[in-house]
């Protein structure tokens, strides 16, 4: 059995790291790139250079900016309600929110939940951080937007019970049904919460 060279075998192996990526697909963008113009493999690999060099956390809601940049472009918008803040896990999160052109307030990227199996505890995350925010008395509201899960309800629990002594009012995102989504096919849980968070027909 032929042994592949060692670059080869270095880039699959890297490929494989990555989330969401195995062996097999590994081996795929491996021999891609091995066959792809010079120009393909010049352009990714500067790309994965700049990634790093290029890029910073905001300091104020530990958002990616760009390198250089003290605040990120939502902080540094005066047009954007520093009143109220979306607590966020990841960036990505903050981004799929952005999406829909529905909210204009700030964010602060927690980086992570609470998860006492994997050692994350309060110190790990951004939690001082925003807690230093709202003690500065300009926010009114704090959406906790962490992720339906055991972690992120645990985390949303943790905030709650750090920021309601703060005198701010603090809110969860609301769940349930997804549209166009048919009962038979919901879970229990995703019933309850639907029932839970109901609201008057206007």
């Known amino acids: 059995m032929a ?3 060692e670059p080869v075998q270095n880039l699959a192996l890297a490929l494989e ?5 195995g062996p097999k697909t590994a081996a795929r963008l491996t021999f891609y790139l091995l066959r792809a113009p010079n120009e393909v493999a010049q352009q990714l690999a500067e790309a994965l250079l700049a990634l790093k060099s290029g ?6 809601c530990f958002n990616i900016t760009r390198a250089g940049q003290s605040l990120c472009d939502i902080c540094s918008n005066p047009e954007r309600d ?14 799929a929110i952005e999406r829909t052109a529905a ?3 700030h964010y602060h990227v927690l980086h992570g939940v609470l998860s006492p199996i994997e050692g994350i505890g309060p110190e790990d995350l951004k ?12 926010v009114r509201e704090v959406i906790l937007a962490t992720n339906p ?3 992120g309800d645990a985390t949303a629990l943790y905030l709650r019970q750090q920021l309601l002594p703060l005198g701010v009012r603090v809110t969860r995102l609301a769940r349930g049904l997804p549209m166009g ?18 609201q008057d027909m206007d």
């Open 103 to 105: 909210f204009r307030g």
């Open 127 to 138: 939690i001082r951080s925003l807690i230093e925010r709202v003690k500065r008395g300009k």
């Open 3 to 5: 042994i592949l060279p």
């Open 181 to 198: 989504g048919d009962l038979e096919y919901a879970d229990q849980s995703t019933l309850l919460r639907a029932l839970a968070g109901r």
């Open 149 to 151: 899960s055991l972690e």
């Open 55 to 60: 890029t910073t956390l905001c300091e104020n």
């Open 82 to 95: 520093d009143g109220v803040i979306c607590v966020v896990e990841e960036p990505l999160d903050a981004l």
């Open 17 to 21: 790291r990555l989330p969401g990526i």
